[in-house]
């Protein structure tokens, strides 16, 4: 088992450090990757912003310093028990 291992390590080692590889690598990451990923941020970050906003308004409510327990309460309130109701 320790050879295959070790075996297995080197093989990994040698294709990290071959150019060819880590330029295949690099244009991936470009063409697929990176695309993919900033559409999916574009998606998120509106829902992001809003239940940021929501958290906002539930901390001008609730003084956090003196009512944890009730902050907490009312975050799941507003978030875990609406997702129950959908």
């Known amino acids: 088992m320790l050879i295959f291992r070790r075996l297995l390590f080197y ?12 330029a295949k690598a690099a244009e991936l990451f470009e063409k697929e990757v ?15 912003d809003a239940v940021k ?3 906002e308004d539930i901390a001008d409510d609730v003084d956090l310093r ?10 799941k309130e ?5 997702d129950k109701r959908r």
């Open 66 to 75: 003196e009512h944890s327990r009730k902050f907490a309460a009312k975050v």
């Open 53 to 55: 906003a929501e958290l």
């Open 11 to 22: 093989a990994a080692q040698r294709i990290a450090f071959d150019p060819r590889v880590r």
């Open 34 to 48: 990176k695309p993919r990923a900033e559409v999916a941020w574009r998606r998120t970050k509106p829902k992001l």
């Open 78 to 82: 507003r978030f875990l028990d609406r």
